[in-house]
């Protein structure tokens, strides 16, 4: 449901507390204090069924006598009574509900109480926090609708948190820390206000500079996506995920389902949405503090300047065992420096500038390495000495540090700062900081830490907005002929393919296969080999075991018939020794691939129970599970997201190549993970896949053993995405003016070609469009532009052929739908040399037709008054105008009505949505 009526939760103006209460300790009587001490400036109505007054103000015995309809009802009554109540107060008028008790879980008739409360908010829109939580925090508003001990400070942190106990101990530990709130929210058992929901709202919450979560799991995981790659676009999204252990892994049959465990998933999912994903709770806090306070980021390469050695190498330890980049100083910068210090600096980063350094020292070094363009940050650390203090060094160099162009962070060894509390009798720490954008910390491994927090909060960044190549390689791709082989192993009722078979199904999708035959019995083995020639392999054939080797299922270098016969007389008595129960259908017999230095890799698909499918890569072989090089992604992929998978694997630098053995052709690996990810999409009946060993060289890559498990489809193969693939069923081959056209979803490749699109933009158009004079689209704006979420966003474009290989845009119609599906804020833009031919018609009756087959309930938009062309265009397509102040037209059109008019000529621009 989403941000639908969240205003009332977490901005009400009148609050009913609905088991208020003056008993000592109770529930009733500590949320009934909070929301009194808040400062809350509406009306609080205490709700008890047997006393009249609660905390010196007048109660109503029941929801009927309230004096109004309460915007927030905050409920700790006995779980029992709970539905009946959420049906009262939504018939009463209230909108949003905060559930405190628990035992919603007990059953009751056909469900739980926590469904039937569910029920009974239905049919009000009512929305509700909870079960069994702490309650929320709005320092904003005074509201502190919580049982929580203390209250929360006014700041611009988000804080949601699953667990009550976390939200407590948080509360304690940012106060003493001074460290404030827009939102400190408790999900508890989110039955309907979870995670997804929030995000939407707090992404476009001005009070709000960063969200801070606490997760413990997620439903609803494609309104999550959508939900945090919107946020995450917007402001830092910061998360702590507990649990980095899962016994689904161990459940797993296959490689791939091994190698795919929880945490895995969850953190190839929060990389894919842009969220920085950080250890511990601290660390939430510390993230978005230097994300606020740092200077523009430039990229990984950290200079460290430090007087010792000791604390350099800290310093450089935290970073390298942490993955980051250590800058390499520039020629020019060594000879500055070695003009300025003594012989003994350390030549090199990090910069020993001697225990005996005093401040000018300092000032010395800082300014050839604030100047070096090969050093994107610079950390300065400081251990206090006979000759120089901390504040001495911290008076001298923050002013230097606060003027630099580029991320600067300080380090006051053997302080407490002033956002650190001293402990008893300990120093109180550095005079106040000397410059806000300058962070300071007390350990080498806490300064480096929060720079890592920078550097991999904008990788992420960076990832979201990087585009795919322009014109990548079309897929090959033969469903129906996967799909046959699929349904033939279903009918046999298997759930497992034979190798062979499994082998098809990935040639079937481009992936290249070694060929191999099948051999039922010891008499056929010959006839299988001699269509291949010697050498070949030799491989136990069933369905009961999943990991040959480990039996003694396969031998490799056979020369001859009769190598192969004693091979597979010796293979069929150890496998019917070890795994006597195995059900043994025959052997596999193939070409014998010798590919001196190629790489084995893994690369598979696993189906996660909240996420869906997942791509896994990483390092292949007997040894996979031992080795544990891998990483996973969600699909859908492309190119750049493959190329990031496989990057962030060890094996990766292998794969670079090295000395002489040149580098692997990762563009055919790229291509065979995008593979894997459109035979999912394709094929819902696919739920583990393992290609063990793919070879990879500069050849290219060959699956030399391949295995599939599959079930019956409960859902289209779309449908289980966590996020929703391009939907190349919205293809539509259309004519305009004699010219063919196809009107199709943009996609992240478009990039160039939407950028030439709106080169050809006339300025006034572009005024039109922006409501703003342009010259042209930013990078990060038209990224944006390209880069969207089909489960949310829809731009169609009109392409013809072209020079180019993917055509050239003519214009292009989008829409941007709430998260209820209610509504859709449309745009259309036309190329400006081609107005006047209908084409925005085209593209307005595609967009038309996609809303309304989607359930959205209307379309609106904004243009200029002085944009005849649209106004006419909207006219006749039934949408109603609407005359505002400033100059603009609304345009609104209701899909509910069955058999609307189609639209039909006229061009013009639209406001972005």
């Known amino acids: 449901m989403s941000r639908r009526n969240l205003e009332h939760l977490l901005s009400p103006r009148s609050v009913a507390l609905i088991g208020a209460s003056d008993r000592p300790h109770g529930v009733g009587a500590t949320v009934m204090r909070n929301l009194l001490g808040g400062g809350f400036a509406g009306p609080i109505w205490p709700v008890n069924l047997r006393h009249a007054t609660v905390a010196g103000r007048r109660a109503y015995r029941s929801v009927a006598e309230l004096p109004g309809a309460p915007e927030l009802a905050v409920v700790c009554t006995p779980a029992a009574g709970i539905p009946a109540l959420i049906g009262e ?51 904003g508003i005074g509201l502190n609708a919580s049982f929580a001990h203390i209250g929360a400070l006014r700041g611009t942190l988000a804080f949601v948190a699953q667990s009550g106990a976390l939200t407590t101990a948080m509360l304690d530990w940012a106060q003493s820390r001074g460290i404030g709130f827009s939102h400190f929210v408790s999900l508890g058992n989110a039955a309907d206000v979870d995670f997804g929901d929030l995000l939407d709202y707090l992404a476009r919450d001005g009070a709000t500079r960063a969200i801070l979560l606490y997760i ?156 070096d363009p090969a050093i994107d940050a610079v950390l300065v650390i400081h251990a206090p000495t006979a000759v120089a203090s901390v504040a001495e060094v911290a008076d001298a160099c923050l002013p230097v540090l606060s ?287 393992d290609i063990n060993p793919l070879l990879a060289d500069s050849q290219g890559v060959l699956a030399l053993d391949a295995r599939i498990r599959i079930e019956p489809a409960a859902l289209a193969g779309t449908e289980r995405f966590a996020i929703r693939p391009y939907p190349s069923e919205l293809e539509e081959r259309t004519e305009l003016c004699g010219q063919a056209i196809l009107l199709r979803p943009i996609r992240p490749e478009d990039f160039d070609q939407h950028r030439a699109f709106l080169a050809r933009i006339s300025p006034e158009d572009l005024r039109m469009r922006f409501l703003a004079s342009l010259r042209e689209v930013p990078p990060r704006e038209l990224a944006h532009l390209t880069q969207i979420d089909y489960e949310r966003e829809m731009a169609f474009i009109a392409v013809a052929p072209g020079k180019e290989a993917r055509g050239e845009t003519l214009g292009v119609a989008r829409a941007s739908t709430d998260p209820e599906n209610l509504e859709a804020e449309f745009a259309v833009l036309v190329r400006s040399d081609l107005k006047g031919r209908g084409l925005g018609a085209l593209l307005l009756d595609k967009l038309i037709r996609y809303c309304r087959a989607r359930g959205t309930q209307r379309m609106t938009g904004e243009t200029l008054s002085a944009n005849e062309r649209m106004l006419r265009l909207a006219a006749e397509s039934g949408f109603r105008i609407e005359r505002q102040d400033g100059g603009l037209c609304k345009l609104t059109c209701d899909l509910r009505p069955a058999g609307a008019a189609a639209p039909c000529g006229g061009d013009g621009e639209l406001r972005r949505p």
Not at 98 to 118: D, H, K, N, Q
Not at 351 to 365: K, N, Q
Not at 429 to 434: D, L, T
Not at 586 to 603: C, K, P, S, W
Request: glycine share 10%; charged share 20%.
């Open 89 to 139: 107060l939504g018939a009463h008028g209230t909108r949003a509900a905060i559930v405190i008790s628990s035992g919603l879980e007990e059953r009751t008739g056909a469900g739980t109480l926590a469904s039937a409360m569910l029920e009974a908010a239905r049919p009000y829109t009512l929305r509700i926090l909870g079960p069994n939580c702490i309650g929320l925090l709005v320092p």
């Open 403 to 689: 003027r630099a162009r580029r991320p600067v962070l300080a380090c006051w060894m053997g302080r407490e700062l002033a956002s650190d509390p001293p402990a008893g009798d300990a120093p109180t720490g550095v005079p106040p900081p000397g410059a806000a954008d300058v962070p300071e910390y007390s350990t080498p491994e806490e300064a480096v830490g929060a720079f890592l927090h920078v550097a991999r909060y904008h990788e992420g960044q960076a990832l979201l907005l990087e585009a795919p190549a322009s014109v990548p390689k079309e897929l090959s791709r033969d469903v129906q002929a996967a799909r046959s082989i699929l349904t033939g192993v279903l009918r046999e009722g298997r759930s497992v393919l034979t190798e062979p078979e499994a082998k098809e199904v990935l040639a079937a999708y481009g992936v290249p296969v070694v060929e191999t035959h099948i051999a039922r019995g010891l008499s056929e083995l010959a006839a299988a080999a001699q269509g291949l020639g010697y050498p070949v392999a030799l491989k136990i054939l069933s369905p009961d075991l999943t990991h040959k080797s480990d039996v003694g299922g396969v031998a490799l270098d056979l020369e001859s018939p009769q190598e192969l016969e004693r091979a597979a007389g010796a293979m069929l008595a150890r496998c019917r020794a070890l795994a006597p129960q195995a059900r043994i259908e025959g052997f596999t017999v193939q070409r014998m691939v010798r590919r001196g230095g190629a790489h084995e890799l893994i690369a598979g698909v696993a189906v996660d129970p909240t996420f869906g499918p997942t791509i896994v890569f990483g390092a292949g072989g007997t040894s996979v599970e031992v080795v544990a090089d891998r990483a996973l992604a969600l699909p859908p992929l492309n190119a750049t997201l493959a190329r990031d998978l496989v990057g962030r694997t060890r094996v990766s630098r292998l794969l670079a190549g090295y000395r002489d053995h040149p580098a692997a052709d990762l563009a055919a690996l790229d291509e065979a993970l995008v593979s894997l990810s459109q035979l999912v999409a394709d094929l819902p009946e696919v739920v583990e896949l």
């Open 216 to 371: 413990e799991s997620v439903t609803g995981a494609r309104k999550f996506m959508s939900a945090a790659r919107v946020a995450a676009r917007a402001k830092p999204v910061i998360v702590v995920k507990a649990g980095r252990t899962g016994a689904s892994a161990r459940a797993a049959r296959s490689h791939s389902g091994a190698l795919a465990g929880a945490d895995a998933v969850y953190q190839a999912a929060f990389r894919r949405a842009g969220i920085l994903r950080v250890d511990t709770t601290r660390d939430l806090f510390d993230a978005a503090e230097i994300l606020a306070r740092v200077k523009p980021y430039a990229g990984p390469r950290l200079a460290i300047v430090a007087n010792g050695g000791g604390p350099g190498v800290m310093a450089t330890d935290a970073l390298i065992g942490r993955g980051g980049t250590l800058a390499e100083l520039g020629a020019e910068t060594l000879r500055k420096l070695d003009s300025v210090l003594p012989p003994a600096w350390s030549h090199a980063n990090p910069l020993d500038i001697g225990g005996d350094a005093r401040p000018e020292r300092y000032l010395a070094a800082l300014g050839p390495v604030l100047e």
